[in-house]
């Protein structure tokens, strides 16, 4: 059989790894996915005080440590009974906003607008960032720079520092924020509801106004129906913060809502021994193998699975364009895997509307942050929606609050099977028997990992937001046939 | 002038350091005027092959961020070494093990216990752990392995320059692209941050206070202006190298040591017991045994960004 692999560098670590097998008349017979590191926080967050995770676990990952920050901090609130005041629950928000503008930004126009706005099949040296800066103007990139460091700076000045803040803790936040600095914030913020609205539109002119991208995103090679997960709030918009769990399924059906605390009863994870990454799966519908249907416990998360399962946004400008969507891609759900981007600038709307909003919000400069636990730690969930996916943290201590047991699954881990999927499926829409091989192709196979945006980091609990793969072809020998490269520009 | 030749490489490490660079913003934009990137996964498209096709010591600097924890790591670190003139651990796991070090608490077989049979959710009855070689219908695969230890750069390659934090602040790594803009690289082995210890630096009041007792931190809402050890919370200051900016602290919460020892120290955890017990008021054995009960996991806290470089290095195999 022959084999194809890809990834960048040959026997290095910490990257994704595609291998695809080949039969005797050159199709793709299978391919493997595979994530080839685990880091064990799991494991060495026990016996740690269980306050302090909120300041371990972003470690797992410095391109959405935000994410983990909130999750934590809801866990431990959790872990202790503890309800923060109101405007803790706000500034959290508010910095989870800016968290989520920063993060999209960073996506949209570092990983997937080169793909888009300069070319599937362009060459590879100007396929990046500096690309796109060329597309679209020095001032327009100069724009970007500026904004990804406006969602930062609010981070930073509630949390510290941008990249493993430090301002969650259970029962609420570390300070509050000035009158001064909400000022700052919400010009900031002004700013980012603008400069989602420009990304929008280089969206509708680069991709939507280009029949052959609109024949990509809708056609069957990229198109991937399962279940999916995302969190909503009481009246099923999109909340990036809070909320009941929704599954629904490839018709678009409500089939699970439950709360965080209840994860366990509906995720199961099952174990490969050629990664080091687990599978989730629905538990109700069960584990079938890496297989598509409604028979099947695979599902999704991220932009678009959020948009799936929620009924809207709870914002207008987001709200508008969530319409624009489903209406142009025939309505909902939508299985059309390249859509992830659309979907992806839909929440960075989302995220700058609702990030203005909290910053206008009368409570938000209100000193009382804090409420000082006195209920015995035990146990406790706190979910989030992390940019690349639902979240879950688990903590389990002891009565002095030293962590027992820890249970995570994260963003990009629930995607795996899903992403596995995908590749298989464009892996065989585009190796042809007697057909050679170029990166072209490859990059059409490396599209549909990178819509995902997988964070192997965050997987791995290794590696940051973007993915640098190797593809390695092996015939019907096992012989090694062709080893191709590909990186994905940040 | 001939253009600088830079190289960034990331190892064991969570991605933050990457987004630290990004984080200096236009600056970038200077860094690309004087300086060609040779090497960097992160952001471009050079190649592993392009790295060992270069001549020995042509990239003049490699900032190299994340820890080491297999093999295929401490060869791309001994690899970058050799095409490196100087070569800097950038961040607190390159300096020191970082936060993944914590892992050194445990062993792979713990590990695995945990990740792949304990965990809540994993639905594995017949107990399949990952497998560095696995026989599949259609081949083999292979799987790194996985160490018991993770170490810090400088015991796997020397090192001219380290740059702590986590992540490294913004005006240390800019302190980088001004001395390649001047040409002016400090002396090997500098560290990159302050001289001083983080104590030292901190602007909040200090009134050479006792202390009764210790706080978690959720036990109680610090004052802001106040020395937060002498309101009895665990504050890595005394133990801890400033030039971090005090970033913790001005969040109203404790320095937890991510920029290592002060010079001239060799072991954090030492030092901040140490400073601990002078602290404490603590004269009969009753009340020594209280501030021991007080302090949870002494070991995790005083050690939390330095396991690899600490005395206890990691827990006995």
């Known amino acids: 059989m022959r084999k194809i692999t890809i990834d960048p560098f040959t026997r290095l670590e910490g990257h994704g790894r595609i291998d695809i097998f080949l039969n005797e008349k050159g199709e793709v017979a299978n391919a493997y996915v595979r994530i080839p590191e685990l880091r064990g926080f799991e494991k060495f967050c ?54 989520m503008c920063h ?26 960032i500096f690309g796109v ?67 929008t539109k280089i969206f509708h002119d680069m991709v939507l106004g280009n029949k052959e991208y609109v024949d990509l995103i809708t056609g069957p ?15 099923n918009k999109v909340n990036f913060y809070d909320g009941d769990i929704r599954v629904v399924d490839a018709q678009g059906k409500e089939m699970a809502r439950f709360k965080p605390a209840q994860y366990v009863e509906y995720i199961g994870e099952h174990t490969e021994p050629w990664s080091y990454l687990k599978f989730p799966f629905l538990k109700k519908v069960g584990w079938k193998g890496l297989v598509e249907g409604d028979d099947s416990g695979i599902y999704q998360v991220a932009p678009l699975a959020r948009l799936n399962v929620a009924d809207g946004m709870a914002t207008p400008l987001a709200q508008e364009e969530y319409e624009k969507m489903y209406d142009t891609l025939g309505g909902k759900p939508v299985h059309a895997t390249l859509a992830m981007h659309w979907a992806r600038l839909i929440e960075l709307q989302y995220a700058a509307e609702r990030l203005l909003e909290l910053c206008q919000d009368s409570e938000i400069t209100d000193p009382n942050v804090r409420v000082i636990p006195t209920a015995t730690p035990d146990e406790g969930v706190g979910v989030v929606e992390a940019p690349r996916g639902t979240l879950y943290h688990h903590y389990q201590t002891d009565k002095n609050g030293v962590v027992q047991k820890v249970n995570l699954i994260v963003a990009t881990g629930n995607n795996y099977a899903a992403i596995s999927l995908s590749m298989k499926k464009v892996a065989q829409a585009v190796i042809k028997a007697g057909q050679q091989v170029n990166e072209g192709l490859l990059n059409l196979i490396e599209m549909a990992y990178r819509a995902y945006d997988p964070c192997i980091a965050c997987a791995t609990h290794s590696l940051p937001g973007q993915m640098p793969l190797e593809v390695v072809i092996y015939n019907d020998k096992g012989d090694v046939v062709e080893k191709l490269s590909q990186h994905c520009s940040f | 002038m001939a253009k600088l030749k830079l190289a960034a490489y990331w190892s064991a490490s969570c991605g933050g350091c990457d987004v630290a660079i990004l984080d200096i913003a236009e600056r970038v934009l200077d860094v690309i005027a004087i300086a060609d990137i040779v090497f960097w996964p992160v952001a471009t498209d050079f190649k592993y092959k392009d790295v060992e096709a270069m001549a020995n010591k042509s990239i003049d600097v490699c900032l190299f961020n994340g820890a080491v924890r297999n093999s295929e790591q401490e060869h791309i670190a001994k690899l970058l070494r050799a095409k490196s003139k100087a070569m800097v651990a950038y961040g607190s796991c390159a300096c020191f093990g970082g936060i993944p070090a914590l892992g050194n608490f445990n062993c792979r077989a713990e590990t695995f216990q945990r990740a792949y049979i304990e965990a809540l959710t994993n639905v594995n009855t017949d107990h399949v752990f990952p497998q560095t070689l696995v026989k599949v219908p259609e081949g083999e695969l292979e799987l790194p392995e996985y160490w018991d230890t993770v170490l810090a750069l400088n015991q796997v390659v020397a090192l001219e320059y380290f740059l702590p934090g986590c992540p490294p602040p913004v005006e240390l790594t800019n302190k980088v692209v001004d001395a390649l803009a001047s040409g002016q690289l400090p002396p090997v082995g500098t560290t990159i941050a302050s001289d001083k210890s983080l104590c030292e630096e901190c602007d909040r009041i200090k009134e050479d206070k006792k202390i009764t007792r210790i706080y978690r931190p959720h036990e109680i809402t610090p004052d802001p202006e106040h020395c937060l050890l002498e309101q009895g919370i ?46 404490y008021e603590a004269d009969d054995e009753e009340a020594i045994a209280r501030m021991l009960a007080e302090v949870v996991d002494p070991a995790g806290t005083f050690n939390r960004f330095v396991m690899s470089t600490s005395m206890l290095q990691r827990k006995r195999l």
């Open chain 1, 221 to 235: 090679i990229f198109t991937m129906r399962s279940y999916y997960m995302g969190m909503v709030d009481a009246n």
């Open chain 1, 103 to 128: 993060s999209h930004i960073a996506h949209f126009y570092a990983l997937a607008a080169p793909d888009f706005v300069v070319g599937p099949t362009a060459d590879p040296a100007t396929r990046n």
């Open chain 2, 234 to 279: 665990i504050c890595m200051g005394p133990a801890t190298r400033g030039g971090c900016g005090q970033r913790c602290i001005k969040a109203n919460m404790p320095c937890r040591g991510c920029f290592g020892p002060p010079p001239k120290v060799i072991d954090q955890g030492a030092k901040m017991l140490s400073a601990l017990t002078s602290i």
């Open chain 1, 133 to 199: 800066i060329d597309k679209v103007g020095i001032e327009a990139g100069k724009e970007v720079i500026k904004n990804r460091a406006y969602a930062q700076n609010i981070q930073e000045v509630i949390g510290g520092k941008a990249t493993h803040s430090v301002c969650g803790l259970p029962g609420g936040m570390s300070k509050a924020i000035t009158e001064e600095e909400r000022k700052g914030f919400e010009e900031k913020a002004h700013s980012l509801v603008e400069f989602s609205k420009f990304s």
């Open chain 1, 46 to 99: 026990e016996g740690r005080p269980v306050e302090e995770l909120p300041r371990i676990t972003p470690r797992i990952c410095g391109v959405c440590p935000g994410a983990h920050h909130m999750a934590s901090s809801k866990a431990v609130d959790a872990v202790f009974h503890v309800d923060p005041p109101p405007a803790a629950k706000k500034l959290r928000e508010l910095y989870y906003s800016a968290h």
